[in-house]
């Protein structure tokens, strides 16, 4: 493999020195994009999209067409491992994901096994490959999976948007039952992150959108235990070359220390927390990834360039620190928003990096 | 007015000796009881449960009826100020409460009034004074409202449950005018818990449920500033007595110290906080209500009284802290469940109590 021609982001996460702070935006390749909602069109409905390579790597190089980020991320849904297992996943219109067979019963439990990435999730392994074939060394590749966790509050509740009342009644009253499931994820979601690796991706992202819902010493057991299984199974080399690897716990903030001792590279920050804060409460141990909220974009230039310094500036100097949203971009955002942030990073954070 | 007969939630809430940790639930009076759903059914909807203060007395003594509480809670609607205000409340079936004239235009900002509490809310005094009859000083009646930026959420946003996208845009892009509502919020809320304490009510607290979804930065202007305002001009004695005050941000657990200095006598934790570490965070500067994950009520018997001791012991020894769940209990929760926590505070608190 030839040399990346902007490794700004790879060498953020490994908190080596850089001229700047990289930026990227989660779900950068999305519905606020006309071109993504075309490509969308074409493909039918969005797990088409996922599932076609061509369709999949179109609408991942579609943000960089017209920002210049610093990473591309793999167009994908955060489902595709239950949906691998067989669950069956889809769309309903106007909806978010569900499932046709959630967990019901206890034998279906037992029956879960964990999917061949290379087989059942090719998919998705040809979308990396062809990705990183387009990008041209360009920028680097994230590969990402959702979380043990995350995953199984689909599978149990079948749907997003919930109270959690299933999962949490299975937490509290069977634990074990729910261990077996994020037993099977966690060794799922690691042969998937290695085989993204092994077929392009530079760095990999765990979202943890659920583990927030949970109390401190649920989230522990139940959500953090599990990311570090995976982390201590990844393949944190490739071809030479360090994979840095970033968890994000939506709603994590009051756990970073515990999260940056996961053996991760980075810890991603929702909107919540003070990143200046989050830099003195972990210390130089691990980079962080984050966090302006994604509805400062519906402000003017003015107040973004504004909200960006105040970020930059919390971090303060030195590297470590790549610049996102706290959370997935709005579907609603004016694309010259996402723009703004982009030079506004990259203008204002020159002056940290000294 | 005549002695409590049990005022050892009002002890601890002022961090004074008590024999065992009080316990009541937020929405302790709700669809989780028959005789709540039965109430509800003769009063025709929701809104007219609230606003008859016959009904809303019979339903606030409904859960007394069957669990030993060491209080009563109002039973009202959060939103009963911006409906005084002449935003048109209403409940649309199976859904959240919505506004028929949310603040759309800058106008109707600026026409915003602060409603008078014994005129456009005298049915909640007429409440508070009818249930403190009925409870006949058994034990203390705590009135509650809305925070100011809470009900700005639903004024601007016309409804609950949204992405806070509108709120959010007018934060970021013209702060003044909502600075203007939290302003009007501010001091209808002051004047509201006032009449209430003027009707009886014993302790006041104050529902921030959608301050967690702001920035830090943003948390402290638009929310917290507010709700320490209204601390600033609560009436604090009422006949002789102290009426304590806590502030309950859900989602607030990495502010703590801030709300711990906003001059209230309480800070309410959800469940995501580890009580005993929020305790070393803010000294014994005021008292902790909290904070057992809602869903532990699903389990069996034995696992509620197990995660109860893990609260208490986590708390450790002394006064200062009220029991309670870290947000409503759920409309599916089993009574007996309920029975089986508010008997395990008791008898398993004694000892943190010597």
Not at 5 to 33: C, F, H, S
Not at 240 to 263: C, D, H, M, Q, Y
Not at 284 to 307: H, W
Request: hydrophobic content about 40%; some cysteine; proline content about 5%.
């Amino acid at each position: 493999m030839t040399k990346l021609k902007n490794d700004t982001l790879i060498r953020a996460l490994l908190r080596q020195p850089t001229e700047y702070t990289p930026v990227w935006m989660m779900r950068q390749a999305g519905r606020y994009l006309a071109e993504y909602n075309q490509t969308r069109a074409r493909a039918g409905n969005f797990l088409s999209l996922c599932k076609n390579p061509d369709f999949a790597t179109e609408v991942t190089m579609q943000p960089l067409a017209r920002f210049p980020l610093d990473a591309a991320i793999l167009f994908s849904d955060i489902l595709t491992i239950p949906d691998a297992m067989g669950l069956g996943l889809y769309f309903a219109e106007g909806e978010g994901p569900k499932f046709e067979r959630p967990l019901r019963e206890e034998w279906e439990i037992q029956a879960l096994t964990v999917p061949d990435p290379n087989v059942h999730l090719r998919y998705v392994m040809d979308a990396v490959s062809q990705i990183r074939k387009t990008l041209d060394n360009q920028v680097p590749l994230i590969g990402f999976s959702g979380s043990p966790f995350t995953l199984a509050c689909y599978m149990v509740e079948g749907c997003g948007g919930t109270d959690f009342r299933q999962i949490k009644t299975m937490l509290y009253q069977r634990p074990e039952l729910l261990h077996h499931i994020l037993n099977i994820n966690a060794q799922s979601v690691t042969s998937y992150l290695n085989a993204q690796i092994e077929s392009g991706a530079q760095a990999v992202m765990i979202f943890d959108t659920w583990g927030g819902a949970l109390s401190h010493n649920a989230y522990q057991e139940f959500s953090l235990r599990y990311m570090s299984q995976i982390l201590a199974g990844l393949k944190r080399e490739h071809g030479g070359v360090r994979i840095p690897a970033v968890v994000f716990t939506k709603g994590g903030g009051l756990w970073l220390e515990s999260i940056a001792n996961s053996g991760c590279d980075a810890v991603g920050l929702d909107w919540t927390t003070d990143i200046g804060e989050a830099r003195r409460r972990i210390g130089d141990k691990v980079a962080l990834q984050g966090n302006l909220d994604p509805f400062v974009l519906f402000a003017s230039p003015e107040v973004i360039t504004a909200e960006t310094e105040k970020i930059l500036a919390s971090y303060g100097n030195g590297s470590g620190h790549v610049f996102n949203l706290g959370h997935g971009i709005s579907q609603f955002t004016p694309p010259e928003s996402a723009l703004t942030l982009v030079d506004a990073v990259h203008a204002l954070s020159r002056k940290y990096h000294q």
